[in-house]
């Protein structure tokens, strides 16, 4: 038996919607942050053996933090396109704006759609994604000094 977990990542909190073999749908709402993620692992554990698949939409910073407590508390997890997503829905005509509807479709993704597993990122690659981010960061900086002044 498995649960397919799907999680709707915002800035301030996640949606999480479990589908069990059974079509039986669990939802939880926590805040994006380490004690959230610690419920959100409680909530998993509930599934007493279970195989656990996770699927949540790759959001860059807002899903990085919960990506890594899943992956270091060892479940399978998948970080998805949210194009990818977004298209399952509207094959389905299921696309909805909102985040607990997004969460059930992103768990019905995870169950019935071949995922690769995410692993985090090596520390050089972090390393040059802030690089990256700090230069764009710069960059925009400048430009705006330079329309400023003219």
């Given at each position: 038996?498995?649960?397919?977990v799907?999680?709707?990542?915002?800035?301030d909190?996640?949606?999480?919607?479990?589908?069990?073999?059974?079509q039986?749908?669990?939802?939880?709402?926590?805040?994006?942050?380490?004690?959230?993620?610690?419920?959100?692992?409680?909530?998993?554990?509930?599934?007493?053996?279970?195989?656990?698949?996770?699927?949540?939409?790759?959001?860059?910073?807002?899903?990085?933090?919960?990506a890594?407590?899943l992956?270091?508390?060892?479940?399978?997890?998948?970080?998805?396109?949210?194009?990818?997503?977004?298209?399952?829905?509207?094959?389905?005509?299921?696309?909805?704006?909102?985040?607990?509807?997004?969460?059930?479709?992103s768990?019905?993704?995870?169950?019935?759609?071949?995922?690769?597993?995410?692993?985090?990122?090596?520390?050089?690659?972090?390393?040059?994604s802030?690089?990256?981010?700090?230069?764009?960061?710069?960059?925009?900086?400048?430009?705006?000094?330079?329309?400023?002044?003219?």
């Amino acid at each position: 038996m498995s649960i397919a977990v799907g999680i709707d990542v915002s800035k301030d909190k996640l949606d999480v919607v479990s589908i069990d073999e059974q079509q039986e749908r669990h939802y939880l709402q926590v805040e994006n942050n380490g004690a959230g993620w610690k419920e959100l692992l409680r909530f998993l554990k509930k599934s007493k053996g279970q195989a656990v698949r996770v699927c949540l939409e790759a959001t860059g910073r807002y899903s990085e933090g919960v990506a890594n407590a899943l992956y270091e508390a060892s479940y399978r997890l998948s970080g998805v396109n949210p194009a990818r997503i977004r298209g399952y829905a509207n094959a389905q005509l299921r696309r909805n704006k909102t985040d607990k509807p997004e969460a059930h479709i992103s768990a019905d993704f995870c169950r019935t759609q071949e995922t690769q597993a995410w692993c985090p990122a090596q520390d050089s690659q972090r390393s040059l994604s802030h690089s990256k981010a700090l230069s764009k960061t710069i960059l925009t900086t400048i430009q705006t000094s330079r329309k400023s002044a003219t």
